[in-house]
């Protein structure tokens, strides 16, 4: 059974920084990006940054290019987010994901999802 679970989501003040883990298992994910998704309060699902489990290649949304950053640690199955100088508008609900493809700046093709972590950014 494929699981991913997601851990490391709180209250944080703005300017400040959390750091996001995905525990992923139950298959290898060698040919697969893996992810992060957020979703707001009243809003759709958004895309915010995928690494390839097994070459360099990692991708995210503008918004937070330059302040979040996506590692993984493949001896452990382990996706991270690093995310620093958090606002308020990064207050959401944080979904890791396993996909196939990057096309039009997003992770497509996601066959796999956690049930995400909370992150609340006060101002």
């Known amino acids: 059974q494929v699981q991913l679970v997601e851990s490391g989501g709180g209250l944080v003040q703005a300017g400040g920084s959390l750091r996001l883990s995905c525990a992923a298992s139950?298959?290898?994910?060698?040919?697969?990006?893996m992810g992060w998704f957020r979703q707001a309060p009243g809003k759709g699902r958004e895309f915010v940054a995928a690494?390839?489990?097994?070459?360099?290649?990692?991708h995210y949304t503008d918004s937070v290019k330059g302040r979040f950053t996506v590692t993984r640690d493949n001896p452990k199955n382990t996706l991270y987010l690093q995310m620093n100088s958090l606002k308020p508008e990064d207050t959401a609900v944080y979904y890791c994901?396993?996909?196939?493809?990057?096309?039009?700046?997003?992770?497509?093709?996601?066959?796999?999802w956690g049930k995400g972590t909370l992150v609340t950014v006060s101002s």
């Open positions: 994901a396993a996909g196939r493809w990057i096309a039009a700046g997003t992770l497509r093709g996601v066959e796999y």
């Open positions: 139950g298959r290898t994910f060698s040919n697969y990006f």
């Open positions: 690494i390839h489990w097994s070459i360099d290649s990692t």
